[in-house]
């Protein structure tokens, strides 16, 4: 089954305000303090210059690590499934003392923190969770700039594009913590719990019906670097490392090999048991741009040497959100053609005994050299879409079985390039990826897999429309 992505990066410039005549570009920090309103806790803005430094916080003492659940979404062409997309997701709780539960995905190529509100009317929003204004006593009603207005009053909207659609909201300040904390007030948990923060939250009275009807995760929450959203206060990774000195400022995601197993994201650090050596570190290039994107030196499939990087502007974005890996459109074809190879006869499965599974039919690595020794190496198991591709000769009657990889096209993005790789869960899979926030560089180690004994034991997931066990028929064309 070949997977697609789910939200693709966040791009800035797809990120327009609306009601109010203001582009992005002239929205500016918001760090005054703002009165007490009755029946609202007093706003605990943070102010990134008054951060301490790393010298003086204390020392980092909590991880918090979240299960996430997978979900497949059969892609459909002539009422038969081609293909699957996927999409990983956690819990987190929004609202204080009556904390409301949402799904989101926790998407490094985005950079807004996003929850369906209850007064969206569109088809998309009924089949999520919906945040209900009324039941929360930590949130403030914001207007573009950070500004607090009456919650019945005409709000200032936000629209934000993902690669396949988008949402439009309202901002709010508001609580957010990734346990439960019934009961308590948000001065309360932010003093408590390393897992809570006050972000500013778009609440979203629109959203597309792809890909947010085929998903059962409600929401996004955006990884991207500060850069990406179109304020700090937005930047929930940057709000939780300024609030909470407990947690050191950096987050590492497993993605699990099986569906048996389940994956996750640590918070304050990495987890060291889905490592099998030290994590090696690539700086972020162009960190202002927002994207957690590296410097490739070079790119080899198999022996050969990828010529679009000879002249060393090609880069590639660590991408959660995204199920494949990403190339750049104009070079996409002839990738393809590198990672293709046929499959003699005597290699096919006897009549009878089902289809070749083509991840287990040996093929060229592709190798993304990122510098100072660290390469990134992605085999066949990890790239190649499961069923191959079975072509017939007309002329001769001839056939033959191909395997192919699975590839995303990456359009241009005006401020990153023509030359952007998209590192996705392929590489996400083979490879543990931690995300240091305060140097702004990318770790990466082998994954270890869950041990068979323990697996579930430490926490329960749910895998949702997985697609059989047998490999689909090979798709047939003829030339």
């Given at each position: 089954?070949?997977?697609?992505?789910?939200?693709?990066?966040?791009?800035?410039?797809?990120?327009?305000?609306?009601?109010?005549?203001?582009?992005?570009?002239?929205?500016?920090?918001?760090?005054?303090?703002?009165?007490?309103?009755?029946?609202?806790?007093?706003?605990?803005?943070?102010?990134?210059?008054?951060?301490?430094?790393?010298?003086?916080?204390?020392?980092?003492?909590?991880?918090?690590?979240?299960?996430?659940?997978?979900?497949?979404?059969?892609?459909?062409?002539?009422?038969?499934?081609?293909?699957?997309?996927?999409?990983?997701?956690?819990?987190?709780?929004?609202?204080?003392?009556?904390?409301?539960?949402?799904?989101?995905?926790?998407?490094?190529?985005?950079?807004?923190?996003?929850?369906?509100?209850?007064?969206?009317?569109?088809?998309?929003?009924?089949?999520?969770?919906?945040?209900?204004?009324?039941?929360?006593?930590?949130a403030?009603?914001?207007?573009h700039?950070?500004?607090?207005?009456?919650?019945?009053?005409?709000?200032?909207?936000?629209?934000?594009?993902?690669?396949?659609?988008?949402?439009?909201?309202?901002?709010?300040?508001?609580?957010?913590c990734?346990?439960?904390?019934?009961?308590?007030?948000?001065?309360?948990?932010?003093?408590?719990?390393?897992?809570?923060?006050?972000?500013?939250?778009?609440?979203?009275?629109?959203?597309?019906?792809?890909?947010?009807?085929?998903?059962?995760?409600?929401?996004?929450?955006?990884?991207?670097?500060?850069?990406l959203?179109?304020?700090?206060?937005?930047?929930?990774?940057?709000?939780?490392?300024?609030?909470?000195?407990?947690?050191?400022?950096?987050?590492?995601?497993?993605?699990?090999k099986?569906?048996?197993?389940?994956?996750?994201?640590?918070?304050?650090?990495?987890?060291?048991?889905?490592?099998?050596?030290?994590?090696q570190?690539?700086?972020?290039?162009?960190?202002?741009?927002?994207?957690?994107?590296?410097?490739?030196?070079?790119?080899?499939?198999?022996?050969?040497?990828?010529?679009?990087?000879?002249?060393?502007?090609?880069?590639?974005?660590?991408?959660?959100?995204?199920?494949?890996?990403?190339?750049?459109?104009a070079?996409?074809?002839?990738?393809?053609?590198?990672?293709?190879r046929?499959?003699?006869?005597?290699?096919?499965?006897?009549?009878?005994?089902?289809?070749?599974d083509?991840?287990?039919?040996?093929?060229?690595?592709?190798?993304?050299?990122?510098?100072?020794?660290?390469?990134?190496?992605?085999?066949?198991?990890?790239?190649?879409?499961?069923?191959?591709?079975?072509?017939?000769?007309?002329?001769?009657?001839?056939?033959?079985?191909?395997?192919?990889?699975?590839?995303?096209?990456?359009?241009?993005?005006?401020?990153?390039?023509?030359?952007?790789?998209?590192?996705?869960?392929?590489v996400?899979?083979?490879?543990?990826?931690?995300?240091?926030?305060?140097?702004?560089?990318?770790?990466?180690?082998?994954?270890?897999?869950?041990?068979?004994?323990?697996?579930?034991?430490?926490?329960?997931?749910?895998?949702?429309?997985?697609?059989?066990?047998?490999?689909?028929?090979?798709?047939?064309?003829?030339?």
């Amino acid at each position: 089954w070949q997977n697609l992505s789910i939200p693709d990066i966040e791009h800035p410039t797809r990120v327009a305000s609306m009601l109010s005549a203001i582009t992005l570009f002239a929205l500016t920090a918001f760090y005054a303090a703002v009165p007490v309103v009755d029946g609202l806790a007093r706003p605990l803005i943070v102010d990134p210059k008054a951060v301490p430094e790393s010298s003086d916080r204390p020392p980092p003492v909590d991880l918090v690590t979240i299960p996430l659940d997978k979900q497949y979404v059969p892609v459909l062409r002539n009422n038969r499934t081609v293909m699957y997309k996927t999409a990983y997701f956690g819990t987190i709780h929004v609202g204080l003392p009556n904390p409301q539960k949402f799904t989101v995905v926790f998407d490094t190529g985005s950079g807004h923190f996003i929850v369906p509100s209850k007064k969206c009317e569109f088809p998309a929003c009924e089949h999520h969770a919906g945040y209900d204004r009324n039941l929360s006593a930590s949130a403030m009603d914001l207007d573009h700039d950070g500004n607090e207005v009456p919650s019945d009053s005409e709000r200032d909207q936000v629209a934000i594009s993902y690669g396949t659609g988008e949402v439009v909201g309202e901002f709010s300040r508001e609580a957010a913590c990734f346990f439960r904390h019934d009961g308590e007030t948000q001065e309360e948990a932010l003093a408590k719990h390393s897992d809570c923060v006050q972000v500013r939250v778009v609440q979203a009275t629109e959203m597309t019906e792809e890909p947010f009807m085929q998903f059962e995760f409600d929401g996004v929450l955006g990884l991207g670097l500060e850069a990406l959203a179109l304020d700090p206060e937005f930047s929930f990774y940057g709000q939780l490392t300024r609030s909470n000195p407990r947690l050191a400022p950096l987050f590492g995601v497993f993605i699990a090999k099986e569906d048996s197993d389940y994956s996750e994201i640590s918070f304050g650090g990495h987890d060291p048991k889905r490592v099998s050596s030290e994590l090696q570190w690539a700086k972020v290039a162009k960190p202002e741009h927002g994207h957690w994107q590296l410097t490739i030196r070079s790119i080899r499939v198999g022996n050969e040497t990828v010529d679009l990087c000879d002249s060393g502007d090609c880069t590639a974005i660590a991408d959660t959100g995204t199920s494949l890996i990403g190339v750049p459109k104009a070079y996409v074809q002839k990738m393809h053609w590198l990672l293709a190879r046929k499959v003699e006869d005597d290699e096919s499965p006897p009549d009878g005994s089902g289809n070749l599974d083509c991840r287990k039919h040996e093929g060229p690595d592709i190798v993304f050299d990122l510098g100072d020794g660290l390469e990134i190496n992605v085999g066949a198991e990890e790239y190649s879409r499961p069923a191959g591709l079975r072509v017939i000769t007309n002329a001769t009657g001839e056939e033959q079985l191909i395997c192919r990889a699975s590839l995303l096209p990456v359009e241009e993005i005006p401020s990153l390039g023509s030359k952007v790789f998209i590192l996705g869960e392929p590489v996400l899979r083979k490879y543990y990826t931690a995300y240091d926030w305060k140097n702004q560089k990318i770790g990466f180690a082998p994954a270890v897999q869950p041990d068979r004994r323990d697996a579930g034991a430490a926490a329960t997931h749910r895998v949702i429309g997985a697609p059989p066990d047998e490999v689909p028929e090979p798709t047939v064309v003829y030339i």
